[in-house]
């Protein structure tokens, strides 16, 4: 049995001038264990419940420039 799951995400962005824009992201913030993706195999009773983890906790940073 699996109960499900929370996660929180947070985006943010500022834009610095006109052309440049800077960015963060993360993912998870809670670093919630969980299954991205939860089934149940009827045909190997050996291994009836299958769970594929989800991600940890992940940032991702960076800027965005564009030439105009």
Known sequence: YYDGYR???LHA???L???VELFGRVINLGDATY???ASY???DPTQRDTFTPGNPRTGYAGVRVSAV
């Open 41 to 43: 195999n009827h045909n």
């Open 13 to 15: 962005n500022a834009q």
């Open 7 to 9: 996660l929180w995400n």
């Open 35 to 37: 299954a991205e993706v």
């Open 17 to 19: 001038t006109p052309n």
